[in-house]
């Protein structure tokens, strides 16, 4: 009868074990899917202009913005260019891509301008030809449609 007890209560502390153990897998698992939900993401690009600041007006169009970024997407004589101010250590502000005015007739007609939400409480993404995958803030757009509009509005307004 001894061993009989023995071997139950093994196969109670093992059961024990293995419950305290997926209760610990499933908060670090909940833990992690928080942390990743709230992260403040930042805008990353290869391209970068040595160049001076530009100064914006109030037509230019602010697309991203986080305590250390801020994206805007600024009509000019080259163009629509896309201008990133960081202010994280070690990064340089200016700006990263510019779209011709033959690149903006050729997605004003086609169409090629895509919004997605996406699943992130802060932040979409915004692709403008070939151009893909930039952040938006949705605290600025809550609105898919609304950024288009006003994106398809500045490209526009740079055929006039």
Known sequence: MEDFDLWKFVLEFVDLLSKVA????????AWLAWKTFLKE???????IDEGAPVAFDPADLKVFETSKQTTWLKKTV???ECHLD???EGKRNGHRWTLSNKEVTQILASGDIYVN???KIRTGLLSIGHHTNW???K??????AGLH???VELLRALQQ
């Open 22 to 29: 997926q209760t610990a897998l499933a908060g670090f698992g």
């Open 41 to 47: 993401e930042d805008q990353e690009a290869d391209v």
């Open 78 to 80: 080259n163009g629509i």
């Open 86 to 88: 960081d202010n994280r």
């Open 117 to 119: 939400p996406g699943f």
């Open 135 to 137: 952040l938006y803030s």
């Open 139 to 144: 605290r600025l757009y809550p609105d898919p």
């Open 149 to 151: 509009h006003k994106v």
